[in-house]
Every structure is written in structure tokens, then in C-alpha cells.
């Protein structure tokens, strides 16, 4: 993402005195996703299925993680994927704030297609104005990226890669950080509120939990990678992979109302559960 210097230090100085508070656990990914998280909210099924997908398609997959900032996400695949690397356009994010960058994580796109072509690209954040969609679509044979209802991509057509030659598989809905952020101000951050239990209540029926997260792949992989998704999800529900394997930060998600498979009210009956993978 791309932020003036000042802008940067501003928010660094208020995240430190944040920290200093010794605030209730995760809580700092979900304030200050820059530093501590990530653009959007996962929990660890979210990189059991990506990781499904990918050796769906090699045995030992090439995967690159595009925009990965700091390499929250990327961490946790490469726990799986050990030689997953990262794309960071903007490498001056380690050196302002004296965080080691890893060799992983390349600042040069010219690197991306020397060292392509990748099987998997993940896509988690892509600026508003920016398009490199048709990129990544000439080096890669799937993409899964995440964007948010309200027009995260800022271009013509939103995020998807149809015209590029894919085809779209799967999708599935998790909460936006910033409902997941909202929560959290209003239960534990914002005074007034936390004895005004009709407004919180008011306030909780606002989350439109919106981001989504799309799996295209190139037609000659399409129904291999549908199936083992398929196989994979069935696995997860019969054997109750969400409840074995979680990352500790989840019980932010519960706590804040975004359950695992939480049904949605106000949404239509189709995808009205967030982490219920639907089927194209």
C-alpha cells in the first residue's frame, strides 16, 4: 500500500502507544493491520484451502503472494509451502520501521517474472487505481484473491479474471477487518457505548462481513482443482478442521460475532455463511 512517510510515522507512534497499554490479546492486528495483521481477516481453514488448491496443481508448488506487505499471510503458507515467496513494490516498509526483510519477499517485479511462472498467485490486496490483473494472469495458471464489497480494486470490471482467460471456481465470504475493527472500538474502546447495550446491538446488525475470496483458475486445471477443493471441504466439515486447527488470534472473530460458518440474516440464502464455500 502506498503512504507518505509522515502518514507512516503518525500511525507507528500511535501503534506503539497502543501496544504500551498492554491491550486484550490480537487485538493490534484488527487496529493496526498495516503493522500487526493484515488487510483482511483469516483464519487458519482460510490457509488449509489455499494451500489444498496449490498442491491441487503441483506436488511442489511455485506460489507467490502479490502486495504482500510485511508477509503475514505468506508466513503461514510458507509453514506449508516452504519456498511460497512475496512481492512488496514497496520494500521502504521494512527499512522506515527497522523490520528485517526476508529474502522471500522480493521489492522488484521485474524479480516476479524471473521467477515465474507460478502456479498459484495469491492476490490479498490490490491498490485502488491499480490494475496488474493481466500480469499476473500471463505467469500464472490460478489466482485467488480477496477484495471487499465496497470496491476495494478501484478499476473498471472489480477484481475478477474472466477476460484474462480464467475461470472463476469457487468462493467464499469472511468479514471485512474493518467490521471486525468496528466491533472492537465500539465493545472495549469507546466508552459511552460499552453500557449502551441497545446501541451495540444496533450497531452489530450494521457489519456487512464483505470480503470475499475468489479461485480462478485456467480451464485445463479447472475441474481438478474443483474436485480437490470439493474433497477438501467436505474433510473440513466432517473431521471439524476448524475447531483442531486455529490460529490464537481467532477468538477475536468469535468474540466480535464472526463465527465460523455464522449465518448472515440479511443476505440472501446463497452465501449467507461466512467460510461456506460456494461452487461456481
Not at 40 to 49: A, G, P, Q, T
Not at 212 to 227: H, L, Q, S
Not at 254 to 272: A, K, V, W
Amino acid at each position: 500500500m502506498s503512504f507518505r512517510i509522515e502518514e507512516l510515522q503518525s500511525a507507528y507512534l500511535r501503534y506503539k502507544t497502543f501496544m504500551s497499554r498492554n491491550p486484550r490479546g490480537h487485538h493490534e492486528r484488527f487496529i493496526f493491520p498495516f503493522f500487526a495483521g493484515s488487510y483482511f481477516s483469516y483464519r487458519k481453514v482460510d490457509v488449509l484451502r489455499v494451500v489444498v488448491i496449490a498442491n491441487s496443481i503441483s506436488s511442489n508448488p511455485k506460489y507467490v503472494d502479490v502486495g504482500c506487505g510485511y508477509g503475514d499471510f505468506l508466513f503461514q503458507i510458507r509453514q506449508f509451502i516452504p519456498n511460497a515467496i512475496g512481492i512488496e513494490q514497496d520494500g521502504s516498509i521494512f527499512y522506515i520501521f527497522h523490520k528485517p526483510k526476508p529474502a522471500f519477499i522480493y521489492s522488484s517485479y521485474e524479480d516476479w517474472y524471473n521467477l515465474g511462472p507460478f502456479d498459484l498467485s495469491f492476490i490479498g490486496w490490490m491498490q485502488p487505481g491499480v490494475d496488474f490483473r493481466e500480469s499476473v494472469s500471463g505467469i500464472t495458471k490460478c489466482v485467488i484473491t480477496t477484495f471487499d464489497a465496497g470496491g476495494q480494486c478501484g478499476i473498471m470490471g472489480g477484481c475478477e479474471y474472466e477476460e484474462f482467460g480464467f475461470q472463476k471456481l469457487a468462493w467464499w465470504r469472511t468479514p471485512s477487518w474493518i467490521d471486525v475493527n468496528y466491533e472492537l472500538m465500539n465493545s472495549f474502546y469507546t466508552s459511552p457505548l460499552k453500557s449502551d447495550e441497545k446501541k451495540m446491538n444496533f450497531l452489530a446488525g450494521l457489519r456487512s462481513a464483505h470480503n470475499f475470496w475468489y479461485v480462478y483458475t485456467k480451464p485445463e486445471i479447472a475441474d481438478r482443482v474443483r474436485e480437490c477443493l470439493r474433497d477438501w471441504v467436505m474433510k473440513e466439515k466432517e473431521e471439524g478442521i476448524h475447531f483442531k486447527q486455529r490460529f490464537g488470534f481467532e477468538s477475536v472473530l468469535d468474540e466480535c460475532g464472526f463465527h465460523y460458518m455464522e449465518t448472515l440474516e440479511s443476505l440472501s440464502s446463497r452465501g449467507n455463511q461466512l467460510w461456506q464455500v460456494e461452487f461456481d
